[in-house]
């Protein structure tokens, strides 16, 4: 009987980053300014280890090189995905992904789409979503103006609300934002702008404007999401986006919610309270910070108990 691959991960220390993932998730922080656990990831710069199984102590890397088998012998070089939990303490960079057209010629890895579920924000939090230039010229003359405000689109977030952030996207976490992110298995970011902060050694971080201004859709779109519910009892499955990177849900159990695979594995956070997994016979305690993934070969399973998970599954392209 295949077992759920319950992970291990790495943390990672941003200037932008606070405690949220200790006071929030009871997580183990190895420092102060903590801005993002890469909860599932394969990716090189922060490999998740299964803690469970005949696979404990496996890195994700080596199980999707050895054991294909474990995500229904599909293709591809990489793990495609990657969930992040990120800790906005303040803004992030202003930045911008590029396809994967762009990243595999000029960075040698996958573009970046990405998107948000906002576990929790501040009253007034903000995000910068999308900019205001019409043409590329504008664009350019705006960013060496640094007319900031003129060119940048802000939006106010809530708990609970979801953004697609295609590759493309200008884009920012703001302050005081807890964020689930889904998204391409890639490290690639392009800043355009970093608010003219200084690091612990009093450098600036680096910027991007080439590359920002190659990469960047103009005039901006904002990606229309058509936001499905369906209840279940007294469960709710809501499903966010059907993209061509990932798919995107939120399933609320109350009491209980059965489920059957609708790709070949599923990625699982859990994101708020406590509960149980069930597969066949065999139960696995669940509570807010586990991570693990449902390998192929695992058809149906089901959730008890008070649990808000975000589970994403492989897209279509
Ligand atoms: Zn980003």
């Known amino acids: 009987m295949e077992e759920p691959l319950f992970l291990d991960s790495v943390f990672q220390e941003k200037i932008w980053g606070g405690t949220k993932l200790k006071t929030v998730f009871g997580y183990d922080l190895p420092a102060d300014k903590i801005g993002e656990y890469w909860a599932i990831s394969a990716h090189p710069h922060g490999v998740s280890t299964v803690k469970n199984g005949q696979y404990q102590g496996q890195k994700l890397d080596e199980l999707w090189a050895n054991h294909r088998e474990l995500f229904g012998n599909v293709s591809g070089e990489v793990f495609p995905l990657l969930t992040k939990i990120l800790d906005a303490e303040d803004y992030l960079s202003v930045q911008v992904h590029p396809n994967d057209a ?37 664009f ?23 953004y697609y952030v295609p590759s493309g996207t200008i884009h920012a976490i703001g302050k005081g934002i807890l964020i689930l992110e889904t998204q391409q ?7 355009v702008y970093d608010f003219d902060r200084k690091d612990d050694k009093g450098n600036l971080r680096k910027l991007h404007i080439k590359q920002s201004i190659d990469v960047t859709n103009i005039p901006g ?13 007294l469960s709710m499955i ?35 309270g406590k509960g149980s997994l069930i597969i066949t016979e065999s139960s696995y305690a669940l509570r807010k910070g586990d991570h693990f ?22 897209g279509e392209n």
Not at 115 to 137: E, Q, V
Not at 185 to 191: A, E, G, H, P
């Open 102 to 138: 762009y990243a595999l010629k000029h960075e040698g890895e996958l573009g970046k789409s990405e998107c948000w579920y906002i576990i929790d924000a501040k009253p007034n939090a903000k995000i910068i979503y999308g900019h205001h230039a019409r043409t590329r010229k504008e």
């Open 140 to 162: 350019v003359e705006m960013i060496h103006d640094a007319r900031w405000n003129d060119l940048l689109t802000h939006v106010s977030v809530k708990k609970g609300e979801f």
């Open 293 to 314: 993934i449902l390998p192929a070969g695992i058809d149906d399973w089901h959730f008890t108990g008070d649990l808000t998970l975000i589970a994403s599954e492989p």
């Open 221 to 233: 779109v904002t990606p229309k999401l058509e936001i499905m519910k369906e209840k279940v009892g």
């Open 238 to 272: 809501t499903t966010f986006a059907k993209t061509p990177f990932f798919n995107v849900y939120k399933w609320r159990v109350k009491g209980e919610l059965f489920l059957q695979k609708g790709a070949p594995y599923t990625l699982v956070s859990v994101i708020e």
């Open 185 to 191: 298995s890639s490290d690639t970011t392009y800043r």
